[in-house]
């Protein structure tokens, strides 16, 4: 069975940092794409950025700049380092992967107080 788990959410001030975590297990996704989605209250899930397995990157034009993305292959994992955070970043983020299905992490809440 296979199993994304976020972590490394939580609450912090306009123009702080967090970095976001994920592990997946229950299967290898070394040679596939990773990556963040979020979804703030009332808004439809948007793509944040993607990771190919040869670490290409694509990012949404709102978080270039002030995030970055990584992974390690060695730990079936993907991190996501946001900095200065604005309250409009505010959303639940979901980590995935894609290898011919889309396989969805259960979401950490980011809160960016103003």
């Known amino acids: 069975q296979v199993q994304l788990v976020e972590s490394g959410g939580g609450l912090v001030q306009a123009g702080g940092s967090l970095r976001l975590s994920c592990a997946a297990s229950?299967?290898?996704?070394?040679?596939?794409?990773m990556g963040w989605y979020r979804q703030a209250p009332g808004k439809q899930r948007e793509l944040v950025v993607y990771?190919?397995?040869?670490?290409?990157?694509n990012y949404a034009d709102s978080v270039k700049g002030r995030f970055t993305v990584s992974r390690d292959n060695a730990k079936n994992s993907v991190y996501l380092q946001m900095n200065s955070l604005k309250p409009e970043d505010t959303a639940v983020y979901y980590c995935?992967?894609?290898?011919?299905?889309?396989?969805w992490g259960q979401g950490t809440q980011v809160t960016v107080s103003s």
């Open positions: 990771i190919t397995a040869v670490g290409a990157t």
């Open positions: 995935y992967a894609f290898r011919g299905q889309t396989y």
């Open positions: 229950g299967s290898i996704f070394s040679r596939n794409v």
